[in-house]
C-alpha cells in the first residue's frame, strides 16, 4: 500500500480519521511515531529535542553562501550544499520558523539526511535571522511567502537545477504553503511542499500562546523578537519606535507594534487574518505533506480538520503525540530518533523517484 493510498481515504472532519491514517501508514514503509518514553508530555517533546546531542551533522560536508535576491532592498542568505553533479541532482529548500535560523537544529540534521540522499540542499535564513539584519530594510513576517518564492525560481530559472523540494518548520511551514498554493504550476520545477506543524491560522496559534500554560514560549519569542528590533534599530537609526518596547510583554503586542505596520498590514489581526497558509490550501495541486501534532502547545490541531483534509494533493499525518517540531522517538535499528526528519526525505525521496 502506497501514498496514494493514505491520501485517498474518506475527507472527515473528526478526530477518528488521523487514527484510520495511522493505522494505514503503519502498513506502509512510512513508520508510525512512537514517542520516546520519557517524552509523552507535550512539553518535554517540544524543548528536549533542540538540546539532544548531535554531534558532527555537517562534518566533510561542502558548504557554500550565497545572497537571493528576494526585494528590491532585501537578500536572504541560504547555506548551499551541493552535490558533486548539482545540475542532476534534485534540490531540497529549507525554511526556519519564527526566531530561529539556518543553523536551527532541525534544520541541520534534515540538511544532513537529504544530502546524504543525494539531494542538493540550501538552508535559508529568513529576512533578518542568523546575523542577516544588515541584509533587509525590513522586517520578516508570515506572509513572505514571495521570498521563498523568489529563491525557487532564482534556482530553477538561473542557476538551471533539477526538480526542486521545499520544506518548512512551524512559521516556516506556513509560509511553504503558502507559496506552493500560490505558485501553482508556474514553475514546473517545483515537486514538492513539506510543513512540520506549521501555523496555518495564525490568529489560532497566538490565541494559544496567549494561554497561561504556554507562558514560557510566548516569553521566549518576545524576548528574542525584542532584542532583533534593538539590533535592527541600531543598524537604521529612528526606524523604530524603541520608546514601545518597554510595554510590550506578549506577541500580539509585538506584531501590532512592529511587525503588521512594517509589512503593510492594519494591525496584528489584520496580519494574521491575511497570511495564514489556510487560505490556498486548497489551491496547492502538487504533492504536499502536512505533519503535525495532535498534542502540539500553540500550534492547535482543530485547524487542520477542515483544512489540508479536504485537499487530495495534500497528505496529513497527525500522531497523538510529538510536541512542537519535536517528534523524538524511542530507539530503532533502522533509522536516528528524528521521526519527522526521516519522514521528510523519504517522502520526497519516493517523489523524486516517481
Given at each position: 500500500m502506497g501514498m496514494a493510498s493514505w491520501r485517498s481515504l474518506p475527507y472527515e472532519t473528526g478526530?477518528?480519521?488521523?487514527?484510520?491514517?495511522?493505522?494505514?501508514?503503519?502498513?506502509?514503509?512510512?513508520h508510525e511515531f512512537v514517542p520516546h518514553r520519557l517524552l509523552r508530555n507535550p512539553d518535554a517533546m517540544t524543548v528536549v529535542p533542540r538540546y539532544w546531542p548531535r554531534r558532527g551533522l555537517l562534518a566533510a560536508m561542502p558548504v557554500a553562501l550565497r545572497l537571493f535576491a528576494v526585494s528590491a532592498d532585501s537578500q536572504v542568505l541560504g547555506y548551499c550544499h551541493w552535490q558533486s553533479d548539482a545540475k542532476q541532482s534534485p534540490v531540497l529548500v529549507l525554511v526556519h520558523g519564527l526566531e530561529g535560523s539556518a543553523d536551527s537544529h532541525y534544520m541541520l540534521g534534515l540538511e544532513c539526511k537529504a544530502w546524504k540522499a543525494g539531494f542538493n540542499v540550501i538552508r535559508l535564513n529568513q529576512r533578518n535571522c542568523g546575523g542577516t539584519e544588515h541584509l533587509s530594510t525590513t522586517l520578516y513576517h508570515g506572509g513572505l511567502s514571495a521570498d521563498v518564492r523568489a529563491v525557487v525560481d532564482e534556482l530553477s530559472f538561473h542557476l538551471g537545477v533539477g526538480a526542486i523540494w521545499v520544506a518548512g518548520y512551524s512559521m516556516g511551514g506556513n509560509l511553504v504553503l503558502r507559496m506552493a498554493g500560490e505558485a501553482g504550476s508556474a514553475n514546473p520545477s517545483l515537486k514538492g511542499a513539506m510543513a512540520v506543524c506549521?501555523?496555518?491560522?495564525?490568529?489560532?496559534?497566538?490565541?494559544?500562546l496567549e494561554q497561561p500554560r504556554n507562558w514560557v514560549y510566548q516569553h521566549h519569542f518576545v524576548t528574542s523578537l525584542k532584542a532583533r528590533i534593538l539590533r535592527k534599530a541600531s543598524l537604521f537609526p529612528g526606524k523604530y519606535d524603541l520608546g514601545r518596547l518597554s510595554h510590550i510583554r506578549t506577541l500580539r503586542a509585538f506584531d501590532h507594534a512592529f511587525t503588521a505596520p512594517d509589512g503593510g498590514y492594519l494591525s496584528a489581526e489584520d496580519y494574521y487574518e491575511r497570511t495564514g497558509a489556510r487560505h490556498v490550501l486548497d489551491r496547492i495541486s502538487l504533492p504536499g505533506l502536512i505533519i503535525t501534532a495532535q498534542d502540539d502547545p500553540f500550534i492547535p490541531y482543530r485547524m487542520f480538520r477542515t483544512t489540508a483534509l479536504t485537499?487530495?494533493?495534500i497528505s496529513l499525518v497527525a500522531p497523538e503525540k510529538g510536541g512542537h517540531c519535536g517528534f523524538l522517538q524511542g530507539a530503532r535499528s533502522d533509522e536516528d530518533r528524528y521521526w519527522a526528519e526521516n519522514r521528510l526525505v523519504e517522502f520526497m525521496t519516493r517523489g523524486a523517484k516517481s
Open positions: 478526530g477518528h480519521v488521523i487514527v484510520r491514517l495511522i493505522t494505514v501508514l503503519a502498513a506502509t514503509p512510512m506549521p501555523n496555518i491560522d495564525p490568529e489560532a496559534c497566538v490565541g494559544a485537499n487530495p494533493a
